[in-house]
């Protein structure tokens, strides 16, 4: 099975801030890498998939990138309502497998 | 686009449940469905897929136990959970299409003796 591993897993930014977060994948998988967001109590939300196209209606200050084994979130500018944990998870091969989540947290 | 799962609850380990999602706002026959779970306080852990045409996939911890299904006239996703154990203990939710785009809210699957 594919492993993916997310750095850091804790982030602490400020609004305003430019943050990226990582996913490591044990083997290529092309561009079908995935990333969700998680808000306490709530459902995963999709926010970008294969790699860098943004799921409709989530905010442009969101992006994605990345192909092979090494991929990025990023957020060009931190809201309030962006601290949340978030996932990555790759489809390319089965079983499909997700990341152990990145917490951003406010600093 | 809607997605409502519900039939978790408090189980005996080794027992059965059976899983519903009900899915309404968009043709569900057209996508494959996904289900996956969570841990309390853990984090996601994909469990099954079934294309549109009902073909399944498994992740290995659950192969042999579990079973994914869809009733297409009646809009509704499955999963048959047999022979639990404790660590099936999770919430439980379903997502559409190959990308996961949109998930219920989720439910609680106990397995306790």
């Known amino acids: 099975d594919i492993q993916m591993t997310q750095s850091p897993s804790v982030l602490s930014a400020s609004v305003g801030d430019r943050v990226t977060l990582n996913c490591k994948a044990s083997?290529?998988?092309?561009?079908?890498l995935n990333w969700y967001q998680q808000k306490l109590g709530e459902a995963p939300k999709l926010l970008i998939y294969?790699?860098?196209n943004l799921q409709t209606g989530i905010p442009s200050r969101f992006s994605g990138s990345g192909s092979g084994t090494d991929f990025t979130l990023t957020i060009s500018s931190l809201q309030p309502e962006d601290f949340a944990t978030y996932f990555c998870?790759?489809?390319?091969?089965?079983?499909?497998?997700f990341g152990g989540g990145t917490k951003l947290e406010l600093k | 686009v809607q997605l409502v799962e519900s039939g978790g609850g408090l189980v005996q380990p080794g027992k059965s449940l059976k899983l519903s999602c009900s899915a309404s706002?968009?043709?569900?026959?057209?996508?494959?469905m996904h289900w996956i779970r969570q841990a309390p306080g853990k984090g996601l852990d994909w469990v099954a897929y079934?294309?549109?045409?009902?073909?399944?996939v498994y992740a290995d911890a659950v192969k042999g136990r579990f079973t994914i299904s869809r009733d297409n006239a009646k809009n509704t996703l499955y999963l048959q959970l047999n022979s639990l154990k404790s660590e099936d203990t999770a919430i439980y939710y379903c997502?559409?299409?190959?990308?996961?785009?949109?998930w219920g809210q989720g439910v609680m699957v106990t397995v306790s003796s």
């Open positions: 997502a559409r299409g190959y990308s996961g785009d949109y």
């Open positions: 706002g968009f043709t569900f026959s057209s996508y494959g």
């Open positions: 079934i294309s549109s045409s009902s073909g399944t």
């Open positions: 083997q290529n998988i092309n561009k079908y």
């Open positions: 294969n790699t860098n």
């Open positions: 998870f790759q489809h390319n091969s089965w079983p499909g497998t």
